[in-house]
């Protein structure tokens, strides 16, 4: 089992950035691929980017190459996502969503691959 807690969420202008923080429980973490997925308003749970239990893949949704940036420290249990140059159609719930996999460098973008979520965390980005 995996617990996952969302952090650093919030306003900000349009250009701006914000790190978010995903902490985990539980001592299986480094065997987890972790992605990020958003929903805003309306719309579908989408896949913003993943990284492999490894940390030696990633894999970014075409909106967000460029400005966003995952890494993980499994000594830590927390996996991070830097969000540079946002946008105002950044805004959503950023949600962090863990799947435990023997692959070192699987990096699953379906959310129906991921067994455990958050509670996610609200990025508002102003125009």
């Known amino acids: 089992q995996v617990q996952l807690v969302e952090s650093g969420g919030g306003l900000v202008q349009a250009g701006g950035s914000l790190r978010l923080s995903c902490a985990a429980s539980?001592?299986?973490?480094?065997?987890?691929?972790m992605g990020w997925f958003r929903q805003a308003p309306g719309k579908e749970r989408e896949f913003v980017v993943g990284?492999?239990?490894?940390?030696?893949?990633?894999y970014y949704t075409n909106s967000v190459k460029g400005r966003f940036t995952i890494s993980r420290d499994n000594a830590k249990n927390t996996v991070y996502l830097q969000m540079n140059s946002l946008k105002p159609e950044d805004t959503a719930v950023y949600y962090c969503?863990?799947?435990?996999?023997?692959?070192?460098?699987?990096?699953?973008?379906?959310?129906?691959?991921?067994?455990?979520w958050g509670q996610g965390t609200q990025v508002t980005v102003s125009s």
């Open positions: 969503a863990a799947v435990e996999t023997g692959q070192f460098s699987w990096v699953p973008r379906s959310l129906y691959d991921y067994a455990y």
């Open positions: 539980g001592r299986t973490f480094s065997s987890c691929a």
């Open positions: 990284i492999s239990r490894s940390a030696r893949t990633s």
